[in-house]
């Protein structure tokens, strides 16, 4: 059969291909790569905390006391005492009554959305909303009903002519490919005039924003106002695993029905013991994020001021846009041969022709770091 064959060769032909850049060393501003230094502007590890010498510390003692693999599920025997701890103090964190920790981010969407809603909801979702929302409403079987980005008019339009008895809006807080933020105070009050539930995927968004990096809800002061919060441990807190946060019987509810809670070994305990560390780091970090959104909005200023296509925001993700999936290869690999790594972001990642350089920052990138990216593209570009 060729199927694969012929399949590969379209992806090919639309300069659409993908491959791995493989790092050796860890997940710093700088890394090696083929035994060269690169500057990196593309990682998630926003507070460089993936690198962080005491969460290494934590994690060795942990590594003598639990092992490494956890053994179980958490619902059979791969629940730990470190397992508690982290979801009561994410709970705190987050001001919700419960939280609860999947393996990873994907997989709390994927089965938070699955979990709750079935062929009687209808789901109303930003168009560019994450994947693994995406594919938590497939999976779910709800009606799907995707808004345009961040546009509130048709989105109440949408939920107007709904009919469905129950009704769900999800939206990503800080958008990973756009950077900017979803209106969350006008999209809460829809919520409240169509009685919809609303979640938000705040991947990005925790550890970044609001006061101690609690995230977009914090930010733009609207705890209480959002039923369920999920977000990622593997972005800014430097470690690995997702989250859901909110009422009790919610999360209670999540436990017992999510399938990618359920049925799957949970991860190593060394990792809750990390997070537990680098969310008392988080939550002390208003100085470096305050740096860190300074730097963005040193990089954007510039990048504009030299007319590049650049998305509007506030965050460390800043998307430069430059069309075709061949200009985007072409920028890249002309910043490798800089020793500079941001990598390009093609469909069907982003939408057709809205190929992108999807820079992001560090809090330890230096504006020396800055000037040279800002320097470099102005070259290429
Ligand atoms: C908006 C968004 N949601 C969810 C995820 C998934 O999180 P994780 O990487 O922890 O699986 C990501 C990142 O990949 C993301 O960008």
């Given at each position: 059969m060729n199927f694969f064959k012929e399949e590969l060769e379209k992806i090919k032909q639309a300069d659409q291909d993908r491959n791995m850049t493989y790092l050796?060393?860890?997940?710093?501003s700088k890394v090696l790569i083929d035994g060269k230094e690169y500057l990196i502007f593309?990682?998630?590890?926003y507070l460089n905390l993936s690198n962080n010498r005491e969460i290494i510390e934590s994690v060795k003692d942990a590594v003598d006391k639990y092992?490494?693999?956890?053994?179980?599920s958490r619902l059979t025997t791969g629940s730990y005492d470190v397992n508690r701890r982290l979801e009561e103090d994410l709970a705190k964190f987050k001001g919700t009554e419960k939280a609860l920790v999947f393996n990873t981010g994907y997989m709390a969407n994927v089965g938070v959305i699955s979990a709750i809603c079935d062929r009687k909801w209808s789901i109303f979702s930003d168009r560019i909303n994450h994947g693994s929302i995406v594919d938590g409403i497939v999976l779910s079987g709800a009606k799907f009903k995707r808004y345009k980005h961040n546009d509130i008019e048709d989105l109440k339009k949408l939920l107007s002519e709904d009919e469905s008895k129950y009704k769900l809006i999800v939206t990503d807080g800080?958008?990973?490919?756009?950077g900017d933020i979803a209106p969350l105070e006008e999209i809460s009050l829809l919520a409240k005039e169509y009685e919809a539930l609303l979640m938000i995927d705040d991947a990005h968004g925790v550890g970044v924003l609001?006061?101690?990096?609690?995230g977009t809800v914090s930010h733009l002061g609207l705890?209480?106002?959002?039923?369920i919060q999920v977000g990622t441990l593997?972005?800014?807190?430097g470690c690995i695993g997702g989250y859901v946060a909110g009422d009790a019987d919610m999360v209670d509810y999540v436990k017992n029905r999510a399938k990618s809670f359920i049925f799957a070994t949970s991860n190593p305990p060394l990792n809750s013991v990390a997070v537990l560390k680098s969310l008392e780091l988080v939550k002390n970090a208003d100085e470096k994020r305050k740096d860190l959104l300074e730097k963005s909005a040193y990089l954007r200023r510039k990048l504009k001021e030299k007319n590049f296509d650049v998305i509007d925001?506030?965050?460390?993700?800043i998307a430069v846009v430059v069309g075709s999936s061949k200009e985007v290869l072409r920028i890249q690999n002309s910043l490798l041969e800089e020793g500079i790594y941001v990598p390009g972001i093609r469909p069907p990642t982003v939408?057709?022709?809205?190929?992108?350089?999807?820079i992001s920052l560090m809090s330890n990138h230096t504006y020396g770091d800055l000037d040279i990216l800002i320097k470099k593209l102005g070259e290429i570009l």
């Open positions: 050796e060393s860890a997940q710093d593309g990682s998630n590890n092992g490494y693999g956890s053994g179980g800080v958008f990973s490919m756009d609001g006061e101690n990096g609690k705890e209480g106002k959002v039923d593997s972005k800014a807190f925001g506030i965050t460390p993700i939408p057709r022709n809205t190929g992108r350089l999807r």
